[in-house]
């Protein structure tokens, strides 16, 4: 005994037990306002490494005959590249961006700047990281894998919700899974949030994109790696969807609210983790290429065992937007496709870790999970 309390108390071993707290990054300069889309010129000129090195712009292909195009700042080889952002990204995209950028560009480039949504910032990050880093995109997905730093990135998000301009991960679709970079150098050095570019979003990814936010909220305030640090920006995004979502804001209140919840939902996920619902909607993503916040809401629907409350007042803000969710998605799949969605959910521990605790494995089965899938 003698023995055990002298080990205990050496400084060592202080040492060995002081909890680790995680470092993590935050986006280090942000503009917010409206119209501050215009001072992307500005803030770019101050990180071109010269004539040779472009900015390359990575624009949602929706906005290929809008007004915004000839807003962007090109200067000397600058490029824009269209993205399609019907599809969740892809890691083999990331790797034939990279590739047409390195065999197209001089030099490599001065900066990346993600003009779009969640995918279109996702893919921003992951081609910003693989321009320096060697080999496939693939071998990156997961945590903390990479080795250098990112080239100059920046995110201009035309959608909210999905917190992307904030988070340290980029979710990219490959070959075996669904995963994202998670690292240090995924976080974007600049942002910009104009809500004027949120405006003429169509009505049904306005909702699953915010909804995404909302889940967010959801899953970090109920988890059990909640702290006062997650908890200070969950609970200040969820009152600002159900403002948003469930309020009479105008239109550009609205947008501006929409914009700093998916902000703070992304923040507050940052220190603690998501839930039960992005754990199966990664499965029904990889499996049936539903995209991410559709994927939510229709796990999110049946999870009032796990999320009560959350749960009645996402069913309170379907019924005011007269949002009918797609129904008999998962009617006639296989055994072995029911089996594919439930491995790749399983497979996010640290998803179910934060919803169930560290004797997770005891509270969820495969059955349990296939029930959820088999409703939807
Ligand atoms: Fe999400």
């Known amino acids: 005994m003698e023995f055990k309390n002298e080990t205990i108390n050496s400084e060592r071993d202080k040492q060995i037990l002081k909890p680790s707290y995680r470092n993590f990054p935050m986006v280090p300069k942000v503009v917010f306002g409206e119209g501050s889309f215009d001072q992307l010129g500005d803030i770019l000129m101050?990180?071109?490494?010269?004539?040779?090195?472009?900015?390359?712009?990575?624009?949602?292909?929706?906005?290929?005959?809008?007004?915004?195009?000839?807003?962007?700042?090109?200067?000397?080889?600058?490029?824009?590249?269209?993205?399609?952002a019907e599809q969740e990204p892809k890691t083999e995209q990331v790797d034939a961006l990279v590739a047409n950028i390195k065999e197209n560009c001089k030099e490599l480039p001065s900066g990346i700047i993600g003009i779009g949504g969640g995918t279109v910032m996702d893919l921003a990050k992951a081609v910003a990281i693989m321009l320096k880093n060697k080999g496939s995109s693939v071998k990156y997905q997961g945590w903390d894998l990479v080795n250098k730093p990112a080239i100059y990135h920046v995110g201009i998000p035309t959608i909210s919700g999905t917190g992307a301009e904030v988070s340290r991960t980029t979710v990219l679709m490959g070959p075996t899974k669904k995963l994202g970079i998670n690292s240090d150098y995924t976080v974007f050095d600049q942002v910009?949030?104009?809500?004027?570019?949120?405006?003429?979003?169509?009505?049904?990814?306005?909702?699953?994109?915010?909804?995404?936010?909302?889940?967010?909220?959801?899953?970090?305030?109920?988890?059990?790696?909640?702290?006062?640090?997650?908890?200070?920006?969950?609970?200040?995004?969820?009152?600002l969807c159900k403002d948003v979502f469930l309020g009479n804001l105008n239109d550009s209140e609205a947008r501006a609210k929409l914009m700093m919840a998916s902000w703070h939902g992304g923040m507050s996920i940052a220190y603690s983790q998501v839930g039960i619902a992005h754990a199966l909607s990664y499965g029904l993503s990889f499996l049936l290429g539903i995209r991410h916040g559709l994927?939510?809401?229709?796990?999110?629907?049946?999870?009032?065992?796990?999320?009560?409350?959350?749960?009645?007042?996402?069913?309170?803000?379907?019924?005011?937007?007269?949002?009918?969710?797609?129904?008999?998605?998962?009617?006639?799949?296989?055994?072995?496709?029911?089996?594919?969605?439930?491995?790749?959910?399983?497979?996010?521990?640290?998803?179910?870790?934060?919803?169930?605790?560290?004797?997770?494995?005891?509270?969820?089965?495969?059955?349990?999970?296939?029930?959820?899938?088999?409703?939807?």
């Open 295 to 376: 994927a939510n809401c229709l796990v999110f629907q049946h999870l009032q065992e796990f999320y009560p409350e959350g749960v009645a007042t996402f069913k309170k803000i379907l019924n005011k937007h007269a949002i009918d969710l797609p129904k008999d998605i998962c009617k006639g799949l296989s055994e072995d496709q029911f089996n594919i969605m439930i491995n790749v959910s399983l497979k996010m521990t640290p998803l179910w870790e934060n919803a169930l605790g560290k004797d997770w494995k005891t509270r969820i089965s495969p059955e349990k999970i296939r029930d959820i899938y088999s409703k939807i």
């Open 192 to 239: 910009i949030l104009d809500p004027e570019l949120l405006q003429g979003v169509p009505k049904n990814k306005w909702f699953y994109t915010g909804m995404d936010c909302y889940i967010h909220c959801i899953e970090s305030l109920n988890g059990t790696f909640l702290n006062a640090f997650s908890q200070s920006y969950g609970e200040k995004a969820l009152d």
């Open 46 to 84: 101050l990180k071109r490494e010269s004539v040779d090195a472009p900015m390359i712009y990575l624009v949602d292909d929706v906005f290929k005959n809008s007004s915004l195009i000839n807003r962007i700042p090109l200067l000397f080889e600058d490029r824009i590249i269209f993205q399609c």
